[in-house]
């Protein structure tokens, strides 16, 4: 079965940093377009970043452009997503996405000082 397996959150100071992986098994990754979406409390699942299967086209929130990275292993099966300058706005449950039908558990994200 289809298993996504985020990691990485925390709690970090406005300004700092934080990397979030997804390790991905149960399909044919290295075809996959993968995503990270954020939902902070009250609010409406949103997305913030996408990857292509082989990892040249990527998208972006406007709110995160310049920002966060999204990047890919495919040998690894993973897909990282590293967030720079962040800022309390940022502060949601991060969910990883496989091929817009698979979710994973989510990982919290807190920015606060």
């Known amino acids: 079965q289809v298993q996504l397996v985020e990691s990485g959150g925390g709690l970090v100071q406005p300004g700092g940093s934080l990397r979030l992986s997804c390790a991905a098994s149960g399909f044919t990754f290295n075809s996959a377009a993968m995503s990270w979406y954020r939902q902070a409390p009250g609010q409406e699942r949103e997305l913030v970043a996408r990857?292509?299967?082989?990892?040249?086209?990527?998208l972006y929130a406007t709110s995160v452009k310049g920002r966060f990275t999204i990047s890919r292993d495919n040998a690894k099966n993973t897909v990282y997503l590293r967030m720079n300058n962040l800022k309390p706005e940022d502060t949601a449950v991060y969910y990883c996405n496989a091929k817009l039908i698979y979710w994973g558990q989510g990982t919290q994200v807190t920015v606060s000082s």
């Open positions: 990857i292509g299967s082989t990892g040249g086209s990527t």
